[in-house]
């Protein structure tokens, strides 16, 4: 998933490069951490499961054909509270801030914060976020990089916005405390177990056949978060090193890969870069998000399909099951100009990463 909010994104990547040599000591030790402990790393994060928790039980969503966060997720976190008798703060909360979410596109930048702190303390996060959004300081001007949390609250500029973004780190930081940090603890064993179940798919199945595309794209490194309240449309960052940030759900569906395929849609967003032809007519910023979102799961079959035709069939059952048993073109709609144009990148693509050169070369 990425939508409208890349330039905030774009920000935040330019300024935490593992390749400037002003990156704060701390963020450049995690970055390193991720180019040395392998290729492809799929793990879980703490404070990316409580800030997608948070936001999957506010129910704040957005407007692609796929859900955000997982309404079954949801229910469960309920269920579980009510049997431990909990009442959160943001269970008191979650209808007035879903409101004042929902009606300010600039809180959709929400929606990939996690990617920008993977790693850190969940309540070192929500103190430096507390303090950015408290502090007037402008991004521009600056002599040093900023932080993450700078550049975050920098997107939320308007008093009313900040005074939105304190109450709901307030309730997420009581969400920790009060239930969440003692609920995953108690989830601790499975979790590694479902880790490594996905850690051993990817190696044996998806990267194989996927390192040709991943070469082309330049694409060098991976870290996969998987995190429980994430729906069937996942987050993706691409870094400055040849690294991306990839979240995807945990579950691992019926036939154990749907994170996996929902990863693959999710690698395709830089295939869309270089595409020419236009997703949809509409011009308005939440149909071109959709048109986009349902591209990069049609761009996902039509790399399948050149790589591998059973992968790409467990694909498409995947994501129509995901959609409620639409064909899968009909739910995932794209203009035969466009598709035809993807298989000529796909194709270009995969015959320059056996020549050696990148996809950029090629085209």
């Not at 309404?71 to 049997?83: G, H, L, N, S």
């Not at 103190?127 to 600056?142: F, K, P, Q, T």
């Not at 550049?151 to 780190?169: D, F, K, Y």
């Not at 959609?323 to 009909?330: A, D, H, K, N, V």
Request: net charge neutral.
């Amino acid at each position: 998933m990425r939508r409208c909010f890349g330039s905030v994104a774009a920000l935040v990547v330019s300024a935490l490069s593992p390749s400037s040599p002003r990156l704060p000591n701390a963020l450049h030790a995690q970055q390193t951490e991720v180019r040395l402990a392998g290729e492809w790393i799929v793990t879980r994060d703490p404070f990316a499961d409580l800030w997608f928790h948070s936001l999957a039980v506010i129910g704040y969503e957005g407007y692609g054909p796929l859900g955000l966060y997982d309404a079954r997720y949801a229910e469960r976190v309920v269920a579980a509270k009510t049997r431990a008798h909990v009442k959160t703060t943001l269970d008191r909360r979650a209808v007035a801030l879903r409101d004042r979410l929902t009606a300010d596109s600039a809180f959709e930048v929400l929606h990939f914060l996690p990617l920008y702190f993977v790693g850190q303390d969940p309540t070192l996060v929500l103190a430096a976020l507390r303090d950015a959004i408290r502090s007037d300081v402008s991004v521009s001007g600056r002599r040093s990089p900023p932080s993450a949390a700078t550049i975050i609250a920098a997107a939320l500029p308007t008093a009313q916005e900040r005074g939105v973004m304190s109450a709901l780190i307030d309730a997420v930081e009581d969400e920790w405390v009060a239930f969440l940090r003692v609920d995953r603890m108690s989830h601790a064993t499975q979790d590694r177990s479902n880790a490594q179940a996905l850690q051993s798919a990817w190696n044996e199945r998806f990267a194989p056949v996927l390192q040709a595309y991943l070469t082309a794209m330049s694409i060098e490194r991976g870290r996969v978060l998987i995190s429980p309240a994430i729906g069937t449309e996942g987050r993706f960052v691409r870094e400055a090193n040849g690294a991306v940030i990839i979240v995807v759900s945990s579950d691992p569906g019926t036939a154990g890969h749907a994170a996996l395929q929902a990863l693959v849609s999710e690698l395709t967003f830089p295939l869309l870069d270089q595409l020419h032809t236009p997703l949809s007519a509409a011009t308005p910023r939440v149909a071109a998000a959709q048109a986009r979102d349902a591209a990069a799961v049609r761009a996902g079959a039509v790399l399948l399909d050149a790589l591998d035709a059973p992968l790409a069939a467990e694909y498409r059952r995947h994501f129509v099951d995901a959609i409620g048993g639409r064909s899968f073109e009909r739910a995932y709609p794209l203009s035969n100009e466009a598709e035809m144009e993807l298989k000529r990148l796909v194709t270009s693509a995969i015959r320059g990463a056996a020549s050696g050169r990148t996809s950029y070369e090629n085209y």
